[in-house]
C-alpha cells in the first residue's frame, strides 16, 4: 500500500481515536505534574470532541489504537500495555461502581500487550488481561484471563489458548 500525504493528512485530521489518545497525553502530563482540575477538564473536553473516555490518571503504556471509539471509557486506575486494539463500546471500568472511594485503590483493570478487545466488551474490576490474548464482541470480562487467550460470552470464559 502506498501511503500519500492525503492519507497522512486525513488520518490525523479525521481519526477521533487518534485526538482521543492526543488528549489524553497532554492531560496525562499534566495529572503527572499534579496541576489541579486542568487534566479533567481536558479529559472532558476530549469525551465531548471525540466520545472517547481516558480518565488522565490512567496509565497507557505503549501504543493503543482506538478503532470507530464511540462510547469507549478507560477509568483511572487502568493500565493498558503495548500494541493494543480497542474497539467501539469498550469499557474498562469499575466493578463495584462508586463503592471504592479514594484514590491508590486499583479498581479498573490491567490489560497486557498484543490484546484485541471487541466492540462492547465490558472489563470491569481490578483484573489482569494477559499478553497476546482476544476478547470477543460484547464479552463481560469479570475474572483475569491467561496469556495467549480468546474469551468470549457474559461472563466471558477462555474458549481457546492461541
Known amino acids: 500500500m502506498r501511503i500519500s500525504f492525503g492519507n497522512i493528512l ?8 487518534l485526538h482521543a489518545i492526543w488528549l489524553y ?15 479533567r ?8 470532541l471525540t466520545g472517547i473516555e481516558v480518565h488522565p490518571a490512567a496509565k497507557i503504556k505503549g501504543s493503543i489504537f482506538i478503532d470507530h471509539g464511540m462510547g469507549v471509557v478507560i477509568g483511572s486506575t487502568a493500565e493498558i500495555g503495548d500494541n493494543v486494539i480497542v474497539y467501539s463500546g469498550v469499557v474498562m471500568g469499575n466493578r463495584n461502581g462508586s463503592l471504592d472511594k479514594g484514590y491508590g485503590i486499583k ?4 490489560v497486557g500487550n498484543n490484546v484485541m478487545i ?3 466488551a465490558k472489563i470491569l474490576g481490578a ?5 497476546n490474548v482476544k476478547i470477543g464482541a460484547n464479552a463481560v ?4 484471563i491467561e496469556s495467549n487467550s ?13
Not at 486525513?10 to 481515536?17: A, K, N
Not at 477538564?41 to 469525551?47: A, E, H, M
Not at 479498581?107 to 490491567?110: D, G, K, L, V, Y
Not at 483484573?127 to 499478553?131: V, W
Open 10 to 17: 486525513e488520518v490525523i485530521l479525521t481519526y477521533p481515536g
Open 25 to 39: 497525553r497532554f492531560s496525562h502530563f499534566l495529572y503527572v505534574l499534579k496541576i489541579p482540575i486542568l487534566p
Open 41 to 48: 477538564i481536558l479529559s472532558s473536553f476530549g469525551r465531548f
Open 107 to 110: 479498581r479498573h483493570p490491567t
Open 118 to 120: 471487541g466492540s462492547g
Open 127 to 131: 483484573i489482569t488481561i494477559g499478553d
Open 141 to 144: 470480562v469479570l475474572t483475569d
Open 150 to 162: 480468546l474469551a468470549v460470552g457474559m461472563p466471558a470464559k477462555i474458549k481457546k489458548r492461541l
